[in-house]
């Protein structure tokens, strides 16, 4: 069984990156694809970015340009770093794991808050 567990701060200052890391166990991360999903207060989920069992990534277009996907696979371990942030980006932040044609594992999610 496949687990994910999401770690990092939970307060961010605007203007700051936020870097979370998503440990995986039961499972390696150099198969199936590995996303970041979010979800602000009161709205719904957004995808954010992934990277796949050979390392290569793709990102939302809204967030491309402040967004990098990053995996450790000697601790199979996968990072998202979201850079100059606002209170926009405050939500839940989850790791998913993605596999036979969409089913889905995830992590029981984050709150990121942004505030000075």
């Known amino acids: 069984q496949v687990q994910l567990q999401e770690s990092g701060p939970g307060l961010v200052k605007p203007s700051q990156t936020l870097s979370l890391t998503c440990t995986v166990s039961?499972?390696?991360?150099?198969?199936?694809?590995w996303d970041w999903i979010r979800q602000p207060p009161g709205k719904g989920l957004e995808w954010i970015g992934r990277?796949?069992?050979?390392?290569?990534?793709s990102y939302s277009p809204s967030l491309k340009s402040r967004t990098s996907i990053s995996r450790d696979t000697s601790k199979n371990q996968f990072t998202l770093q979201l850079s100059s942030v606002t209170p926009e980006d405050t939500a839940v932040y989850y790791c998913?794991?993605?596999?036979?044609?969409?089913?889905?594992?995830w992590g029981q999610g984050t709150q990121v808050t942004v505030s000075s």
């Open positions: 039961g499972g390696s991360i150099t198969a199936n694809y």
């Open positions: 990277i796949d069992y050979t390392g290569s990534t």
């Open positions: 998913v794991r993605e596999y036979s044609g969409g089913s889905r594992d």
